[in-house]
DNA sequence: ATAGGGTTAG
């Protein structure tokens, strides 16, 4: 603000001896002060200085409207710049190059086309100005043809060694899916500099052909700051965490050259939120303070993230805090009302929902997603269920599949089966493999045998891999006592070799991880962490703990169970945890799927006994243990 | 006046 108003005086200084001039003024007078407000936001000032020159009659000549346009959308009025493009006769290529790049800005994709169609129309030869943005056009609009087509015609007009074409050419290739074009055309190009091998390196990140781009990336003759952000970046995107922090640490080092801007920062920091790398997280953010790359609203953002998948909460809220209002856009707000609800802080959601509609905010459909699972993992079914009315009748947001899946899960929990199959019927898209997992987990916390059929017919055709899905009905035909159906599915499960999904989790301790598998004896500290789980269930059952086998399929023998449930990844990190810190510590667990009842229950005893706050991610949530209670309230 | 990296959800 302070700068914004020194810059006013300054310019008032500038504009008001000609603002008082009666006589008229020429024409070129004013092509250099709308070209100083140009990229300023000065809206105010442009506007006076359209009306002096209106009031005197001057008519624009197309140099000057060139300017004009430029000024206005600039400043965020893209209407007046229109209005002046349309009003000025003998458009020039200086003033066709302004609006179509004012209109490719605003992603006035298909007007942007339309103008670039009538400048040629007028046999008018785009330029090095031009074919940049009338691409980025064709690219939002994801239109291969039309860019094929484009591309013969800026041959056409004789741009075929311009470096700015090319890379742009290459770029609408890449974003098209285009990718075997893009290349081709990167061969060919007689000039390349580092953006267009940039470029084919996002082109192949955003394709997912990771080695082709470090390949690309380690053989680049000389690499800049967006070489290793797209790099970066592209590994975050992958689910690479480890490669793009590795990298990071790289570019830290002391023997390279580039040093990490602001989108560095932004792009790594879901890579440490990926793998719950809290102390990671936390060094990164230090290290954004000390360079002042912390103030950018965005990577505040990314810190509201990171700390939120990280466990830290109360983290994530700072950092929101710290967003400046004007600043909270909507993904910001969308990151904090996901925080809360992936926390299970269902009311939170909701208030920091009622928070970004008052602050003017419109939400979209991830909006939605965050406050309707924010409701179902908190219970709030009522609420839920209002706000999934009100997302399209009052914010023109049309429900997707995620949206119908938070809503099947917020009436699955109270046992409104047969409402959620209804639901599920109305839907106007097919419902997925979660939808039906859903209800299939509701019908058995709520022993619904017939929906539970009805949901697990679906699931063995959606996912025939899943062996989840089998054993949870024949446990439900086992627990009805209906002994044929039971051998039926041991049958099945043995003769098709159903995989197992291979369940892990991972803590973090002193900034290190430490991985295990289920059944786990590979770690150094293996034996200390076995003898600590033999111990575990006496020590436990003495607190009330009576041992879950449901969740183990009924095909092994009961001591098998309970011992297959004594090694879950879950425990086994717990038990490093435990080993490995004092009473008092708070450990944090992340694991690939959701978590078990059995180890559910285990660890709020474990929580309590060993005197450990814990904190499991699991797939979906997650849960807060201490003193023997879990934020889940036991429903999750 | 120009091209290339982008944070949320799943």
């Not at 599915?489 to 002193?510: D, M, T, Y």
């Not at 799927?593 to 660890?603: E, N, P, Q, V």
Request: aromatic residues 10%.
């Amino acid at each position: 603000m302070n700068q914004h108003n020194s810059q006013s005086s300054k310019l008032n200084t500038l504009l008001q001896p000609l603002l008082k001039l009666q006589a008229p003024v020429q024409a070129s007078t004013y092509a250099p002060i709308f070209q100083f407000l140009t990229g300023k936001n000065l809206l105010k000032p442009g506007q006076q200085l359209h009306a002096h020159m209106a009031l005197r009659g001057l008519r624009p000549t197309a140099f000057l409207a060139a300017k004009m346009v430029a000024m206005y959308a600039s400043s965020g009025d893209i209407s007046s710049a229109s209005h002046i493009f349309h009003a000025t006769a003998n458009p020039s290529l200086l003033l066709f190059n302004s609006i179509i790049r004012a209109f490719s800005l605003y992603k006035l994709s298909e007007k942007t086309i339309h103008i670039y169609a009538r400048m040629h129309s007028l046999n008018l030869r785009g330029d090095n100005f031009t074919y940049p943005f009338v691409l980025k056009s064709v690219t939002d609009l994801y239109c291969f043809q039309f860019g094929k087509c484009i591309h013969g015609l800026s041959l056409k007009d004789g741009l075929e060694f311009d470096i700015y074409v090319g890379t742009s050419l290459i770029d609408m290739y890449v974003k098209c899916g285009e990718l075997g074009d893009a290349h081709k055309l990167f061969d060919v190009m007689p000039l390349r500099d580092v953006s267009s091998w940039n470029t084919l390196i996002s082109g192949y990140m955003r394709d997912g052909v990771v080695d082709l781009a470090k390949e690309f990336f380690e053989n680049m003759p000389e690499k800049n700051i967006v070489s290793w952000t797209s790099m970066i970046s592209g590994y975050t995107q992958n689910g690479l965490a480890g490669e793009a922090l590795k990298l990071f640490d790289e570019m830290l080092s002391e023997d390279s050259e580039v040093k990490p801007n602001w989108v560095t920062v932004m792009s790594v920091l879901p890579a440490c939120a990926h793998s719950a790398a809290l102390d990671r997280g936390r060094s990164i953010h230090d290290f954004a303070r000390g360079r002042g790359l912390d103030s950018h609203p965005s990577v505040q953002t990314a810190l509201v993230g990171m700390y939120a998948k990280c466990g830290s909460l109360a983290d994530a809220r700072w950092c929101f805090d710290r967003i400046k209002l004007n600043d909270r856009n909507l993904v910001a707000w969308n990151t904090m009302i996901s925080a809360y609800a992936s926390h299970g802080h269902g009311f939170e959601a909701v208030s920091t929902f009622e928070d970004m509609i008052r602050a003017g905010v419109h939400p979209d459909d991830i909006t939605f997603t965050g406050l309707l699972s924010g409701c179902s993992h908190s219970g709030l079914v009522d609420v839920g269920l209002k706000y999934f009315d009100s997302m399209s009748t009052m914010y023109f947001v049309e429900p997707k599949h995620e949206h119908y899946a938070c809503v099947v899960d917020l009436l699955g929990r109270t046992g409104q089966l047969v409402k959620a199959y209804n639901l599920i019927s109305q839907m106007p898209m097919q419902a997925g493999a979660s939808i039906w997992g859903s209800l299939l987990a509701a019908s058995r916390s709520h022993r619904n045998l017939e929906i539970a059929e009805l949901a697990a017919k679906k699931l063995f055709v959606l996912e025939p891999d899943n062996s989840g899905n089998y054993v949870l009905l024949s446990n439900m035909y086992a627990e009805a006592g209906m002994w044929e159906e039971v051998n039926h599915f041991r049958a099945l499960l043995k003769s098709q070799g159903v995989k197992k999904n291979p369940g892990c989790s991972w803590i973090e301790i002193n900034g290190k991880a430490h991985l295990f598998l289920g059944g786990d004896a590979s770690h150094p500290q293996a034996k200390e962490i076995y003898k600590l789980l033999e111990e575990l269930p006496e020590k436990i059952k003495a607190a009330g703990y009576v041992p879950d086998t449901s969740f183990a399929l009924h095909d092994v023998s009961e001591e098998e169970k309970v011992y297959t449930l004594t090694t879950h990844s879950e425990k086994l990190a717990i038990a490093f945890g435990i080993l490995n810190t004092i009473p008092g510590t708070v450990l944090r667990i992340t694991k690939n799927l959701r978590i078990c009842g059995d180890c559910h229950t285990a660890i709020k005893f474990i929580s309590k006994i060993y005197v450990r706050e814990i904190i499991v991610r699991d797939v979906n949530r997650f849960h807060h243990f201490k003193d023997g209670l879990c934020s889940c309230r036991d429903y999750w």
